[in-house]
């Protein structure tokens, strides 16, 4: 079966199937640890000067539908400029939202403090993901598992940090490219 061609004529952004589920995965625990989080991607798309790409909601779902394991998936790849716009605006939320993602990889916070932070991340991210992605999909399937899923929001988290700060796209961008991730 041949892949649909793109979205944009431009150049396809290199980044694997893997790396679309990531990105998309880490936008939606944005939203887990930001109950605006929607409407501030949103605003923060217009302070980064990518209204061209993202001017509504509809917009900005119809780049992110290109994860496979969303109930409603694109066939075809993302431009470049798309995939790079998205990584920014995933960045530029990390930074925004760093204090609450180091709250939650502290070890020096008490363990129960922490707990209650991680089960609160928890309980929003499994409904968004119930929401919004394809149940049957094993990779969803991993991520609502009690024993197989805290592994996976943890490494989430730690790809928003790693997201966060001077230099935050590159190791970013190169993270979701690395298909061995």
């Known amino acids: 079966m041949a892949d649909a061609p793109l979205t944009n004529p431009e150049r396809a952004s290199g980044i694997s199937r893997r790396g679309l589920e990531r990105l998309d995965l880490m936008l939606l625990s944005v939203e887990a640890l ?15 000067g990518f209204t061209d790409l993202f ?33 920014n ?3 530029a939320l990390a930074d925004r939202l760093y204090p609450m993602l180091r709250q939650l990889l502290s070890s020096a916070e008490p363990a129960a403090v922490t707990a209650e932070r991680w089960g609160l991340f928890q309980k929003r991210l499994e409904e968004l993901v119930r929401e919004r992605l394809n149940p049957r999909r094993g990779g969803v399937q991993k991520l609502l598992d009690p024993t197989a899923g805290p592994p996976l929001r943890l ?7 790693f997201g966060a700060g001077t230099g935050g796209f590159d190791r970013l961008k190169a993270s979701l490219m690395d298909a061995t991730a």
């Open 34 to 48: 930001d109950l605006n989080g929607g409407e501030a991607m949103l605003w923060m798309a217009g302070q980064l």
């Open 55 to 87: 001017p509504n909601r509809v917009e900005l779902w119809k780049r992110r539908c290109f994860n496979p394991l969303r109930l409603a998936c694109r066939r075809g790849q993302l431009s470049e400029p798309e995939t790079d716009a998205l990584i």
């Open 89 to 91: 605006l995933l960045c």
């Open 155 to 161: 490494q989430l988290i730690q790809g928003l940090a």
